[in-house]
């Protein structure tokens, strides 16, 4: 039995195809991290509300979720990196991906520089305690905490295309590394703070959004003088006129993540102005505990990104059939845990944060559902994101996204909190009818017109 359970490990380790090994590996390596990653975050949590208290933690997540749209600015060069960097790796054509490296970085620091500055010019005008409604919650001005959250992300949105190279070269489980080592550090310095200081949003925010930069800056300076080696972004590598062809597909790709945007990260923002911080942090405690389940999705999707660029290249359309098939099933899997998930949602609540924060049945029904619905539009949209064919995704998430904000009100005023999750719930699943059949049409080679673009 030892000689059997022996060989089957070493069979799942070395046969098969080996766009399929590569995937094995680097999603086993991903649980792992992952798995570790989760935990810091789940420690975080309970240890930065004893720091500060729910109220301002929610003011913390508020700004947070705002300052993060700068991630859309970069106008999908990223993603087009991505998928242009894993189409010349699958063709042997490397003599521009040094070059397409180069060009984003310039571009996203020029972004970067220009964002700051434009809204650190603009911002002081406006304010920001009543425009949150967080006016009662706090007897300061948040602007500072606002322009230094901003500072910290943009220094983050510059050094982040190594994420995008990493996981174009089929090692995605290095930046889910990446982004466990800025999680442990933001740990041990809220763990620190609670020590040695009082109380203190902006000390928590400092601290917070200073841990991810110092990480990114060591990554950086690490792959690229190791691994990615050949790769390293120079000044004599830069043309703009090799920008065009990263933004043929990452221009679309930009407007992709506008509106995902506004369908997924304006729920603090809507909750705080309708409903008050305190909100925002319920709501939140309940997506965390929830977004287990995507956080396991997207360990098996992330490599498959990358993987359906190689086969789609190469033609190789029995090997996407076959990996959708898989995906599927494991779909299935993941929609059970979540049942789990939610019947013992009350006991985990009550063992994490005790008697602080309520967190309604009806809010974590709501979120079993979601994660349960975003987790399958993943399937699709990784397999459109690799092949390129963004049409339909594009047009379906502008659309939703529009839609988003009023319903989202409607149904809050109408059924509380958890009437923000109802409302992305309804638009998720639109966009997954059409999703769902756009690929199958593609996987049976029958797509035509728009389904084809």
């Avoid at 420690?43 to 997540?61: C, E, R």
């Avoid at 638009?427 to 049976?444: E, S």
Wanted: net charge positive; aromatic share 14%; proline share 2%.
């Amino acid at each position: 039995m030892l000689t059997s359970f022996k060989s089957k490990a070493q069979n799942f380790w070395t046969v098969g195809h080996e766009r399929t090994l590569k995937l094995k590996k680097n999603i086993i390596y991903s649980f792992l991290i992952k798995g570790a990653s989760v935990l810091v975050g789940f420690v975080v949590i309970p240890l930065t509300i004893h720091y500060i208290n729910a109220g301002q933690y929610g003011i913390w997540l508020t700004i947070s979720s705002m300052v993060s749209w700068i991630n859309t600015f970069d106008i999908g060069l990223s993603n087009g990196l991505r998928n242009k960097m894993a189409h010349s790796l699958a063709l042997n054509e490397t003599e521009n991906i040094a070059r397409y490296i180069s060009t984003t970085y310039a571009i996203l620091f020029l972004i970067a520089a220009v964002t700051f500055l434009l809204f650190f010019l603009t911002g002081s005008f406006f304010d920001w305690n009543q425009m949150l409604n967080i006016k009662n919650a706090v007897n300061y001005d948040i602007w500072p905490i606002i322009i230094l959250t901003l500072g910290a992300f943009c220094v983050q949105f510059f050094l982040q295309p190594v994420n995008s190279v990493l996981t174009a070269s089929h090692q995605p489980f290095k930046a889910s590394l990446i982004a466990l080592f800025g999680q442990v550090l933001t740990l041990v310095v809220i763990y620190l703070l609670t020590v040695f200081t009082k109380g203190s949003l902006f000390l928590l925010v400092a601290g917070v959004s200073a841990s991810p930069v110092i990480v990114f800056l060591i990554a950086n300076f690490y792959f690229f003088n190791t691994s990615l080696k050949s790769y390293k972004p120079k000044f004599r590598y830069i043309d703009l006129s090799s920008a065009r062809s990263l933004l043929n597909t990452g221009g679309i790709f930009f407007f992709i993540q506008v509106g995902a945007i506004v369908l997924f990260q304006t729920d603090n923002i809507l909750i705080s102005r309708n409903l008050g911080p305190q909100d925002v942090t319920v709501f939140n405690l309940a997506y965390k505990y929830f977004s287990l389940i995507q956080v396991i999705f997207v360990i098996i999707l992330t490599p498959y990104w990358s993987a359906f660029t190689d086969a789609y290249a190469k033609k190789d359309m029995i090997w996407i059939r076959e990996s959708i098939g898989k995906t599927r099933q494991q779909w299935l899997y993941i929609s059970g845990l979540a049942v789990v998930l939610l019947a013992g949602s009350p006991l985990f609540y009550r063992a994490w944060i005790g008697n602080t924060v309520h967190i309604p049945f009806q809010l974590s029904l709501a979120m079993t559902v979601y994660v349960m619905t975003t987790t399958w539009q993943g399937i699709y949209s990784s397999a459109l994101n690799g092949i390129g064919k963004l049409r339909i995704q594009l047009i379906l998430v502008i659309s939703t996204a529009l839609l988003n904000i009023p319903l989202s009100i409607y149904l809050i005023a109408r059924v509380g909190l958890y009437g923000t999750v109802l409302a992305n719930i309804i638009l998720v699943v639109i966009i997954n009818i059409f999703l769902t059949y756009q690929v199958n049409l593609i996987m049976k080679e029958k797509e035509k017109g728009i389904w084809a673009k």
